[in-house]
């Protein structure tokens, strides 16, 4: 070492410290792609109240809204030929930049990356735009045009009341996001696109030196202090069956049911659960009860599934999405659109399957099988550096490793007692919060009130006799306490 | 502070990256294939994927080979019957044999193709292999069976109906269409998927017809070996028999005057213009067909002047894209807009015909014409990033030119493309007699409530 280095070397000993950022670095030689995951350590949860998704705007303003150097439509020009983007997604506890680019063109994407991450331009047009867009997807798309997802919105801004940090929809709320100026926005990302909250992911076709530079890139931004305290608490469980009947013209209806659950991927149960979860309704596929026995014998709809994490994925995609971790979960049951003259059929039928597994448990069969499923199928979530990336940082959340790697150490430990256990212990709900998107509320307000049997009936011939005699049984299964709220869509997600 | 990226913002000559490394194929990996003497083709595509294969079938029949009346969405709805099992492996002990596997299990129907995929380790090949050529061959189902997984067929249609998007695209193929089977989506129309129950003798007819090893083919990609993956085709493949049909797809006649479609929507939606223009199938003419495909690129997409001014300057269109469909027959050119206000339709629409004049009359700019090259290529580059997805690639190109390296050519066509060739398609496809027009809007008694709020 000589003089100089030696010199060099003491004065940064004395230096401010600089917050390093978290980094997640998965290198991947052969791959001529390169992912990004910036994130930073604020989300929807974080939104002031009255401000209803200023972080998802904020991320909007950032990916979509130019650089203080380029305009969006420049950046627009630049990202083109190279087939790349940057998009900023806020959750609840996370925002996140996800881009791919081809490692030819990484260094003159990564120019752009962080101009835009670290000098955003927030011009008055773009934010009006970004706005108008958020409010659109709100009371057009949301409202009018996708059944499924506002259903399943539904379901989680009843389960958390708007008193909750998780109790909006994360693009925010009408009155929220009319609200906002552009102030708001410059001041949310000055106050927390900071070092501090920073957690970078890099994966695929390049090396650590690129990592460094880019982490020395990012230097500008403030140091920043520790994340914003956020007053979470897991949603009370529910005493009977809390239905929200959100009332559009619809020829079927979209369910959701859930309810808290104490776990997370931190948690040991959550691992046990998994198993117990797959069997139930693992997400597209044939595998679960509730797939099997309500569209495969029945022909009710489409799909049927089980989560006992916050479910975002649309319906035709297939793994987890990453970058979506949380201090709370739910259990939740997705039951795809039914025909209305069978929606409290079906909601009975999926809360049948619930109380099965919760009174039966897994034999040592199913158990086994579903183990070894959940062992192999696990490896296929992270089959792309991008999305090993995104689990790996989820574990950093968690203080735990990716999830696949958890469920490959785990599973192999689990008995099907332990997964007994831990169905009891988690999912014997008093109660569920349900949301149905229907037509004739008052209709099915009353008829799910009543408690009276709701037989199925057929349009389809050679139903086995072992299934009729479950849906007799399904037919009178107990509404207990049920409480209905109707909700006209145009009201939905207003404040 | 500057940063060695800032340096390098400084000197990025903007709208041309580096260009895309031109020469090597777009797909570029090795494929070996083996046709067995049923017909029925093999093809392994190695790819780094330690472990993992993506095993397809497909078979080159979708939607557009539906041609009897009363009968759409039959392709589709074979699909789901594909699950229910055979005398050897009931839907049950094929389910729970792909579940030992921990297989990701799917299959998905368009107009052209209905393929079946499955991603497993690799050391589960000879298993996939006797699963898949067992279910192909003996397929056995009762009428009660199929009649549930009918109406899980129409749930799938009431799952899509709630966007407006379905209705779009159903009206578009019906007025675009008067002959060929392009006239109905890939699920069919509403009143057949109803009616699909009482249809248990002809579904016995079209397993008949169309799942035959002639027009069928075995893509393995990932941790394969080729000359392993042939031997097990043989064994377990090999005593399927050739069919024959003689079903003829009829042709399209030209469209001679444009049509129109106006369509409400019962909820607050903003205002959805759609247009649609025949244009030839790229096995009949790849030039133009390529030359479309970046006409629709360099005139409509994120980048194009229209974008710019419509979508981000003046903030009258929310959502403008083009697309040159490519499929086996000739296909559509459409162009789709989401506008703010239903008031800025005519002044959209007259921008949009002027973009089109514009673009047969003005050759483009030969950098932006760069730009959309390598934007095409490193957007399907990226696209291969696992074994399922360079199996998936494959099978789309089999469904449009037969070829699994199909994609190949096209990407050829797009790199021989000089802005002449864009000014000859403007000049020669949009002609309004070849157009149809489909609008949707709210329906006036909901803006009426709404602007009443």
């Known amino acids: ?495 | 502070m500057r940063s060695v990226f800032s340096v390098i913002l400084a000197g990025l000559a903007i709208g041309l990256a580096p260009a895309a490394r031109g020469d090597a194929p777009v797909f570029p990996f090795r494929i070996e294939s083996t046709t067995l003497p049923n017909g029925l083709r093999v093809l392994s595509i190695p790819f780094d994927s330690p472990g993992i294969i993506a095993y397809y079938t497909v078979v080159r029949t979708g939607s557009r080979n539906e041609v009897e009346e009363g009968l759409t969405g039959f392709a589709h709805f074979f699909e789901h019957m594909m699950f229910r099992g055979t005398k050897r492996y009931s839907a049950e002990a094929y389910n729970a044999a792909l579940k030992s596997l921990g297989a990701d299990s799917n299959a998905f129907t368009s107009d052209d193709l209905t393929c079946y995929h499955m991603t497993v380790p690799a050391s589960a090949l000879a298993k996939a292999v006797e699963l898949e050529a067992d279910r192909f061959q003996n397929l056995e189902y009762d009428e009660p069976a199929f009649q549930k997984e009918a109406r899980a067929v129409l749930g799938e249609y009431n799952k899509s109906a709630s966007s407006p998007y379905l209705l779009l695209n159903e009206t578009m193929q019906e007025k675009a269409y008067t002959k060929h089977t392009y006239r109905h989506t890939t699920i069919g129309f509403l009143d057949d998927v109803k009616a699909m129950p009482t249809r248990y003798a002809y579904s016995k007819v079209f397993f008949d017809r169309w799942y035959r090893p002639e027009n069928c083919t075995v893509i393995v990609a990932g941790d394969v070996k080729h000359a392993e993956l042939v031997e097990l085709a043989k064994k377990h493949y090999g005593a399927w028999k050739r069919g024959s049909n003689d079903v003829v797809i009829p042709e399209e006649p030209e469209q001679t005057s444009e049509r129109e479609a106006k369509l409400g929507w019962p909820l607050p939606t903003l205002p959805i213009r759609y247009l649609g223009w025949h244009i030839p199938a790229s096995s009949r003419n790849l030039a133009d067909h390529a030359a479309l495909g970046a006409l629709a690129q360099a005139y409509f997409g994120a980048t194009s002047p229209l974008y710019k001014s419509l979508v981000i300057e003046e903030q009258k269109v929310v959502t403008l894209g083009a697309d040159a469909e490519s499929k086996r027959d000739p296909g559509l050119f459409t162009i789709l807009v989401r506008a703010r206000s239903a008031a800025d339709l005519p002044e959209i629409q007259a921008r949009i015909d002027r973009t089109l004049a514009d673009a047969a009359t003005t050759p483009l700019d030969a950098a932006k014409l760069a730009a959309v090259k390598s934007h095409l290529r490193y957007a399907f580059a990226a696209s291969l990033e696992s074994a399922d997805a360079v199996a998936l690639a494959a099978s789309y190109a089999i469904a449009v030119s037969d070829e699994p390296d199909g994609m190949n050519r096209l990407h050829e066509a797009y790199a021989a493309l000089t802005p002449a060739d864009l000014q000859r398609v403007a000049a020669k496809y949009f002609a309004k007699t070849n157009r149809t027009v489909v609008t949707l809007e709210t329906t006036p008694a909901q803006s009426d409530k709404e602007s009443n709020k």
């Open chain 1, 1 to 495: 070492m000589n003089l100089l280095s030696t010199i060099a070397l003491a004065a940064l000993a004395f230096a401010p410290a600089a917050p390093a950022p978290q980094v997640t670095f998965l290198p991947s030689e052969g791959s001529p792609l390169v992912s990004l995951r910036i994130q930073f350590n604020v989300g929807s949860a974080h939104d002031p109240a009255g401000k209803e998704g200023l972080a998802a705007l904020t991320a909007a303003m950032i990916a979509e809204g130019g650089s203080e150097e380029m305009s969006y439509g420049r950046i627009l020009d630049a990202f083109y030929p190279m087939a790349a983007g940057l998009y900023g997604g806020a959750r609840k506890e996370v925002t996140t930049f996800v881009g791919d680019v081809h490692r030819d063109n990484l260094d003159a994407y990564t120019a752009i990356v962080v101009g835009l991450l670290t000098k955003p331009r927030f011009a008055p047009e773009d934010f009006e735009r970004l706005r108008n867009e958020a409010i659109d997807e709100l009371t057009k798309t949301l409202r009018g045009s996708n059944d499924e997802e506002l259903g399943k919105w539904t379901l989680q801004t009843r389960l958390y009341d708007r008193t909750s940090p998780y109790g909006h929809v994360d693009r925010g709320t009408v009155a929220g996001l009319r609200s906002i100026t552009l102030d708001d926005v410059r001041a949310f990302h000055a106050a927390n696109y900071t070092r501090a909250r920073l957690h970078l992911g890099v994966a695929g076709g390049t090396d650590r030196a690129y990592v460094d530079r880019l982490t020395r890139a990012l230097e500008v931004l403030p140091a920043g202090g520790s994340a914003p305290t956020l007053d979470v608490k897991q949603a009370a469980p529910r005493d009977g069956l809390k239905v929200t009947i959100v009332e559009k013209p619809a020829e079927a209806s979209a369910i959701s049911i859930g309810a808290p659950i104490a776990v997370t991927r931190a948690d040991d149960d959550f691992y046990a659960l998994a198993v117990a979860n797959s069997y139930l309704g693992e997400h597209r596929t044939f595998n679960g009860k509730l797939m099997q026995d309500l569209r495969g014998k029945r022909g009710l709809n489409y799909g049927d599934y089980s989560y006992i994490e916050d479910f975002i994925q649309e319906g035709g995609g297939t793994f987890p999405i990453s970058n979506n971790p949380r201090r709370v979960q739910y259990f939740s049951i997705w039951i795809r659109p039914v025909p209305a003259d069978k929606t409290v059929f079906a909601l009975r039928a999926a809360l049948w399957e619930w109380k099965r597994l919760v009174d039966k448990g897994m034999t040592e069969a199913e158990f086994e099988a579903t183990r070894s499923f959940l062992l192999n199928y696990s490896k296929l979530w992270v089959q792309t550096p991008s999305r090993r990336l995104g689990y790996a940082m989820d574990g950093v959340f968690y203080g735990r490793d990716d999830v696949v790697t958890e469920l490959a150490r785990r599973l192999p430990k689990l008995t099907v007692a332990d997964v007994n256990n831990a169905v009891r212990k988690h999912l014997s709900f008093p109660g569920f919060e349900v949301a149905v998107v229907a037509k004739d509320a008052r209709g099915l307000e009353q008829l799910l009130r009543s408690g009276k049997p709701t037989p199925i009936t057929y349009d389809t011939e050679g139903t086995p006799a072992d299934v009729l005699a479950e849906d007799r049984e399904i037919a009178v299964f107990p509404l207990e306490r049920v409480d209905v709220r109707i909700i006209p869509v145009a009201e939905m997600f207003e404040k």
